[in-house]
Nanobody
Framework: QVQLVESGGGLVQAGGSLRLSCAASGRAFSLYAMAWFRQAPGKEREFVARISGGSGASTYYADSVKGRFTISRDNAKNSVYLQMDSLKPEDTAIYYC??????????????????WGQGTQVTVSS
């Protein structure tokens, strides 16, 4: 019954910024971890960032985006965001929002998550 809808992708030049949004349906959004993944053509889906559910809202990032991307959430809006700064051509991918609707630990493995959005395209030109 959970639906995730990403938005905010687009075309940007290297060094630019984009802010992705993911709007979630379902109950108790604040309790569950949310994550961003991305998939470039010909590559496997890779972890980008995660923010925990509950009171902590702890975050962690893939090394490739650390210091450039910021994940955040607004529980009142049932939304999670990915602020992407200093974009590089290698950031070009379809970006997916994901969640695990259980109070369990989740990490970098896509199999940790049970609901996914359909993705939003981010293209970074050189």
């Amino acid at each position: 019954q959970v639906q995730l809808v990403e938005s905010g992708g687009g075309l940007v030049q290297a060094g630019g910024s984009l802010r992705l949004s993911c709007a979630a349906s379902g109950r108790a959004f604040s309790l569950y971890a949310m994550a961003w993944f991305r998939q470039a053509p010909g590559k496997e889906r890779e972890f980008v960032a995660r923010i925990s559910g509950g009171s902590g809202a702890s975050t962690y990032y893939a090394d490739s985006v650390k210091g450039r991307f910021t994940i955040s959430r607004d529980n009142a809006k049932n939304s999670v965001y990915l602020q992407m700064d200093s974009l590089k051509p290698e950031d070009t991918a379809i970006y997916y929002c994901a969640t695990r609707r259980a109070i369990v630990r989740v990490g970098r493995d896509p199999n940790d998550y049970d609901y996914w959005g359909q993705g939003t395209q981010v293209t970074v030109s050189s």
